[in-house]
């Protein structure tokens, strides 16, 4: 299964944009680019998806690299609860049912 | 419209005893998956079910870890004869059909051994 790379933490301030990068050199054709958080003490949540188009929700914006071996997450205006572990996963067609969860990346927002 | 409800949401057993872990998918969910986060590690993906069949049981142990997702009812992770290495949370998640995008967490089950 193809692997991602995720920075282990960033820091943001409240209300600042934050980006969040995801390496994913060796993705498939078949490959969709997910986006998970979870939050303290709390079950995941899904974010956002793609598979070559970036993509905009409510929560967030999903930028993908034209080559598709990367792609960056993209909060507005991170609130203090957007403090989570975000964790960019590889999902493919031959395989839809499980997530593969990697270590994610531990964003802290300060006020 | 209730999300994914685990019960309990704190579990205590003593080694060797077994621990039973329920799940109620969303409602109008028929699909239904099972993670485990052990301290300090990320989440590991355990089972996938529908109802009254198992579709990927690659991520279970091989011994005392059952699962199931009878027609009518809670699916259940079923772990006998606990050991302390089976502490952990245990997240349960559902999803429409076999397509759908998105998987529903629910808020998990922590299981201590003492």
């Known amino acids: 299964d193809a692997k991602t790379t995720q920075p282990n933490s960033m820091e943001s301030n409240e209300e600042e944009p934050v980006h969040l990068p995801c390496n994913h050199s060796?993705?498939?054709?078949?490959?969709?680019i997910h986006w998970y958080r979870q939050l303290p003490s709390q079950g995941p949540e899904y974010v956002i998806h793609?598979?070559?188009s970036n993509v905009n929700n409510r929560m967030a914006s999903l930028a993908i690299a034209e080559d598709r071996k990367s792609s960056t997450l993209i909060l507005h205006r991170a609130t203090l609860r957007d403090a989570a572990v975000y964790y960019c996963?590889?999902?493919?067609?031959?395989?839809?049912?499980?997530?593969?969860f990697g270590a994610g990346t531990q964003v802290v927002v300060t006020p | 419209n209730a999300g994914v409800m685990q019960n309990p949401r704190h579990l205590v057993r003593r080694r060797g005893q077994e621990a039973r872990l329920r799940c109620s998918p969303m409602?109008?969910?028929?699909?239904v998956y099972w993670y485990r986060q052990l301290p300090e590690e990320g989440l590991k993906f355990m089972v996938y079910?529908?109802?009254?069949?198992?579709?990927?049981e690659s991520g279970m142990p091989k011994e005392r870890f059952s699962a199931e997702f009878p027609k009518e009812g809670p699916s259940i992770l079923r772990i006998q004869q606990v050991v302390r290495g089976d502490s952990a949370a245990y997240f349960c998640?559902?999803?429409?059909?076999?397509?759908?995008?998105?998987?529903?967490f629910g808020p998990g089950t922590r299981l201590t051994v003492t």
């Open positions: 998640a559902s999803s429409r059909d076999s397509t759908a995008y998105e998987q529903y």
């Open positions: 060796t993705i498939s054709g078949t490959d969709y």
């Open positions: 793609g598979l070559t």
């Open positions: 996963i590889l999902r493919s067609t031959d395989s839809w049912g499980k997530l593969q």
């Open positions: 409602k109008g969910h028929s699909h």
């Open positions: 079910l529908q109802k009254e069949n198992i579709i990927d």
